[in-house]
Each structure stands twice: as C-alpha cells, then as structure tokens.
C-alpha cells in the first residue's frame, strides 16, 4: 500500500449472529495506525531531503526534480537538454522507473553521468535513495542534476528528495484539466512545462483552457509551451536552464 495515495482497503470482516448479518469496521484503529506510519516515513524522508539539500549546496548544484504522469515526454525531453546542453554545463541525471534501465539507456551517450534506480514495488524515488546515489553520478564539476521520478503525479510529490524545486510536465494528450485534477503536484511545481505541443492542433487541445487551470492552482505559474520532438519552444528552456546556473 502506498501511504501518500491512500491505496489500500480499510480492515473489515463479517460475521452472522442469530440469523442477523453483523459488519466490524476497524476503519478508525487502521487509519490512525497508516496515519502515524506515514508520519514516520516522511519524516525519516525529509532527514534525507535535508542533508541532500546540503550536500548539494555545498557544491553548487542545482536539482530539479521532474514528475509527470507516464508517457509526458520527460525522457524525450531529457534527451534534447543533454545534447544541447553537452560541452556547455555539466549535467547528471538520476532516473527511476519501477523497473528496467531503459530510460538511462536512451540518456547515455549525451554527455551527462547517469544512474538509473529502480523502485520495484514503489510509485516513487525517495530521499533515501537520492542520498545513495549523489556521490556516484555527481562528479567534480556538476552544475545541473535532473531527478527523472517515477510516472506518477500524485506520490513522488509527497516525497522531498532534497532538490532545489520540482517541475511538472503535462504532455497534450493528457488533456487540459489535470492540473484542477491534480492540484497539489501543479501548486507545488516552480514551473510548469507543457509538452507535445505539436499534437495539440490535431488533438483539438485548448491550450488556453490549460493555461486558466493551470493559474487557477498556482496563480503566476511560469509556463513553457514546447515540443522536444520538434524543437518549438526549446531555445526558451535551454536558456531558462542556464539561468538556473548563474
């Protein structure tokens, strides 16, 4: 069960007792017990966050952390950075997937360190596992590091990795409303990135729709408007990113 999302069902049996059916809910002794478990899981996740934060400080790099449900285009994004960005600022990525290395295999090659985590059983990275592997995929030198989380946008923004902020992606066929649907990962997002927007025309995507859900959760949300298939919109983020540095 995840603790964030609330999966899982509350402890109830059934019984017959002279002829009458009788129900036992335990709903409230169950949910005081998930309640303080969650409780103690973020706050041995945010200890990890917290020395995260510092030892990256300490360095000079800065963290983002990228969530999006699947199929939002992060790794395509990811991608077009790398190669732009090659030669130019030193980038590193960690990516986590539930299972195969198959994100970290499109990213190798582009000039960036990267380390692929995988979280089996979990919907999200965690700081724990961010801590682990901070050593081995920042090298001397490293001015930019991308957290690629687990598709999902509901758990991994309950979980502070200790990057300096989370960005949000939301790709067109996804429709325009997720962000009223999915408040808290929008709210919580320095920015906004909408992507694929070369289908937006054939999908008959309102992009000013998005844009008024969007200022809705976070009123002055910063947003870009891109496709990494085909270069629209990229030149504002590349440069947004080297702004970050400076």
Known sequence: MCLTCGCGEANEHHHTH??????????????TKTVTLEQKVLAEN?????NNRAWLAERGIVAINLISAPGSGKTLLLEKTLEALNGKIKCAVITGDQQTDRDAQRLAGKGAKVHQIETISSCHLDAHQ???TLPE?????????FIENVGNMVCPTAFD??????IALLSTPEGEDKPIKY?????????IVLTKMDLAA?????????????????????????????????????????????
């Open 130 to 132: 961010i801590a682990h």
């Open 183 to 191: 408040p808290v990962l929008f709210a919580t997002a320095k920015t």
């Open 46 to 50: 945010d200890t990890y966050a917290q």
């Open 161 to 166: 990795l200790g990057e300096s902020f989370k």
């Open 137 to 145: 995929v920042c090298e001397d030198g490293t001015k930019l590091l």
């Open 18 to 31: 002279e002829g009458d059916a009788h129900h036992h809910h335990h709903d409230d002794h169950a949910h």
């Open 202 to 246: 054939a999908l008959e995507w309102d992009l000013p729709a998005c844009r008024q859900y969007v200022q809705q959760v976070q009123p002055g949300a910063y947003t870009f408007e891109l496709s990494a298939k085909t270069g629209a919109g990229m030149d504002a983020w590349l440069d947004y990113l080297k702004r970050l540095i400076q």
